[in-house]
């Protein structure tokens, strides 16, 4: 499976669901360029957001 394919859901700190998408939706929603989100992604950098892809 491929980036483009892949969907990613988006909690906050409380665990609650934010948002769910592709990963050009989810930058979009964080307000971060698409490799800040991959970035994030990868590295796990997680401060006001967990997220994680659903395959």
Do not use: P, W
């Amino acid at each position: 499976m491929n980036k483009k394919n892949t969907f990613y859901a988006i909690y906050d700190n409380d665990d609650c669901i934010r948002f769910v998408g592709t990963s050009k939706e989810c930058a979009s929603f964080l307000g971060i360029t698409l490799q800040s989100f991959y970035t994030v992604v990868t590295k796990g950098l997680k401060k006001k957001y967990h997220i994680y892809s659903i395959k």
